[in-house]
């Protein structure tokens, strides 16, 4: 049974830091790349980044682009998330999920991607 358990520590306070972590276990973790989606109140799920499963290419929403920053550690099977420069409208439910196909591209459809984490409320104060 697959499963993505996601976690954060740091302050989130607006112009602060945070990092998420995101341990996956079932499954082989490194041939799959790896997205962060997030969900703000009222609003419909939308991508943040994807990484690839050699974590040689990323890609990001232009809202978080120069901000955040994508990493995996793939003998740990976690992807990480950096979060600086954090404002306001960060704040929302971050999910990490996984696409099921093996070294396939990043992708921003949500429909790639086959398995995903619980979420993780990220709030930042203004």
């Known amino acids: 049974q697959v499963q993505l358990v996601e976690s954060w520590v740091g302050l989130v306070q607006a112009g602060g830091s945070l990092r998420l972590s995101c341990a996956a276990s079932g499954l082989t973790f490194s041939p799959y790349a790896m997205g962060w989606f997030r969900q703000a109140p009222g609003k419909e799920r939308e991508v943040v980044t994807s990484?690839?499963?050699?974590?040689?290419?990323?890609d990001y929403a232009d809202s978080v682009k120069g901000r955040f920053t994508v990493s995996r550690d793939n003998a740990k099977s976690t992807v990480y998330l950096q979060m600086n420069s954090l404002k306001p409208e960060d704040t929302a439910v971050y999910y990490c999920?996984?696409?099921?196909?093996?070294?396939?591209?990043?992708?921003?459809?949500?429909?790639?991607?086959?398995?995903w984490g619980q979420g993780t409320q990220v709030t930042v104060s203004s």
């Open positions: 999920a996984i696409r099921g196909r093996a070294f396939g591209y990043v992708t921003r459809s949500e429909s790639e991607y086959d398995y």
């Open positions: 990484i690839n499963w050699r974590g040689s290419n990323t």
